[in-house]
């Protein structure tokens, strides 16, 4: 039986990566989209000498500090998110679309007052010279094409605008699975809606393989955004091209599903976040349990971890103490 998925935004919050634990509520901070045609050639190696990349390091501390900034005096966690499991966008577009890249992914998980919260083991410090450029590229063309523009050489996620998304997971005949996530916003367009950015190295004609496309319309799903600004570059300069092609160009989402490798299906994949976020909830049924997992081909894995304080520190469960 098929799987389906509903969600529905419930607030916005911005971040500082020195401490995330301090965030603010609103959409007031978000970036604006700045169509800057005027950055066709730049060299987008600017300043990636001096970048590090401290947003791949983050946890869940930021959407905990958002559940305990809306928190309700005397309302069990639970019954306040109203879900079963907390996480990152990010986990969920790697999750759902793991069966067809064949990339491991581990992640632990630990429950608290009938909540699981989910944190994806990774290291973008540690990343391949190749991938770290790859996202520094994208991060200065978002960087050069957004309001306010940053005045920085070196482009940096020290800050980030958040969207809080409620959303559930639903098979007849099944359990359904309630997520409270948080998804990284680039910018919002004229109308208030999300925008997403990415960059190219090739022209974007040209390059619809199967694992860019699947996941960027992933990621795009699962936080609602149906824009995508795309940066074509020629090696690290935004590409130059004769006028009558643009190398900055804005595009539907569904432009990318219609482009897809048909291997692949939006449906495979929330079916297969299903059974991975099934095979965790079977497996975490009791409260202060901590598991580590790993994901392989849409295979399922688990081991035992003693990272359960280190996901969910007592700082956040003092707030709830029910």
Same mark, same amino acid.
């Given at each position: 039986?098929?799987?389906?998925?509903?969600?529905?935004?419930?607030?916005?919050?911005?971040?500082?990566?020195?401490?995330?634990? @301090?965030?603010?509520?609103? *959409? $007031? !901070?978000?970036?604006?989209? +700045?169509?800057?045609?005027?950055?066709? #050639?730049?060299?987008? %190696?600017?300043?990636?000498?001096?970048?590090?990349?401290?947003?791949?390091?983050?946890?869940?501390?930021?959407?905990?500090?958002?559940?305990?900034?809306?928190?309700?005096?005397?309302?069990?966690?639970?019954?306040?998110?109203?879900?079963?499991?907390?996480?990152?966008?990010?986990?969920?577009?790697?999750?759902?679309?793991?069966?067809?890249?064949?990339?491991?992914? @581990?992640?632990?998980?630990? *429950? $608290? !007052?009938?909540?699981?919260? +989910?944190?994806?083991?990774?290291?973008? #410090?540690?990343?391949? %010279?190749?991938?770290?450029?790859?996202?520094?590229?994208?991060?200065?063309?978002?960087?050069?094409?957004?309001?306010?523009?940053?005045?920085?050489?070196?482009?940096?996620?020290?800050?980030?605008?958040?969207?809080?998304?409620?959303?559930?997971?639903?098979?007849?005949?099944?359990?359904?699975?309630?997520?409270?996530?948080?998804?990284?916003?680039?910018?919002?367009?004229?109308?208030?809606?999300?925008?997403?950015?990415?960059?190219?190295?090739?022209?974007?004609?040209?390059?619809?393989?199967?694992?860019?496309?699947?996941?960027?319309?992933?990621?795009?799903?699962?936080?609602?955004?149906?824009?995508?600004?795309?940066?074509?570059?020629?090696?690290?300069?935004?590409?130059?091209?004769?006028?009558?092609?643009?190398?900055?160009?804005?595009?539907?989402?569904?432009?990318?599903?219609?482009?897809?490798?048909?291997?692949?299906?939006?449906?495979?994949?929330?079916?297969?976040?299903?059974?991975?976020?099934?095979?965790?909830?079977?497996?975490?049924?009791?409260?202060?349990?901590?598991?580590?997992?790993?994901?392989?081909?849409?295979?399922?894995?688990?081991?035992?971890?003693?990272?359960?304080?280190?996901?969910?520190?007592?700082?956040?469960?003092?707030?709830?103490?029910?």
């Amino acid at each position: 039986m098929s799987v389906s998925f509903k969600l529905a935004p419930v607030g916005d919050y911005w971040a500082n990566n020195e401490n995330r634990w @301090n965030i603010e509520l609103g *959409r $007031h !901070r978000h970036k604006q989209l +700045l169509i800057n045609h005027a950055a066709i #050639g730049m060299n987008l %190696d600017e300043g990636y000498n001096n970048f590090e990349n401290e947003h791949g390091g983050e946890r869940i501390e930021s959407i905990l500090a958002y559940i305990m900034k809306t928190a309700r005096i005397g309302i069990p966690l639970k019954e306040m998110i109203e879900a079963d499991i907390v996480c990152r966008r990010g986990l969920l577009r790697n999750l759902s679309i793991n069966k067809y890249t064949g990339h491991y992914i @581990n992640f632990y998980a630990v *429950r $608290h !007052r009938g909540v699981i919260f +989910l944190c994806e083991d990774k290291d973008f #410090g540690g990343a391949p %010279d190749k991938l770290r450029r790859a996202m520094y590229h994208t991060l200065k063309f978002e960087n050069v094409m957004t309001v306010p523009q940053s005045r920085d050489i070196t482009a940096s996620r020290k800050e980030a605008t958040k969207m809080v998304i409620r959303g559930c997971l639903e098979k007849e005949g099944a359990e359904s699975i309630r997520l409270f996530y948080a998804a990284d916003i680039d910018c919002l367009d004229i109308y208030g809606s999300p925008v997403e950015f990415k960059s190219i190295s090739k022209p974007l004609e040209t390059g619809w393989d199967k694992n860019r496309t699947m996941a960027w319309y992933m990621q795009c799903f699962f936080a609602s955004v149906n824009t995508i600004v795309v940066g074509e570059r020629q090696r690290s300069r935004l590409r130059t091209v004769r006028h009558y092609r643009k190398s900055i160009k804005t595009m539907n989402v569904e432009a990318f599903y219609t482009h897809r490798n048909h291997s692949w299906t939006r449906e495979s994949c929330i079916e297969q976040l299903y059974g991975t976020l099934s095979f965790v909830k079977h497996h975490m049924s009791l409260d202060g349990m901590a598991l580590k997992f790993s994901v392989i081909n849409g295979t399922n894995y688990l081991a035992t971890t003693q990272y359960g304080e280190y996901i969910v520190p007592q700082n956040f469960l003092r707030v709830f103490p029910f």
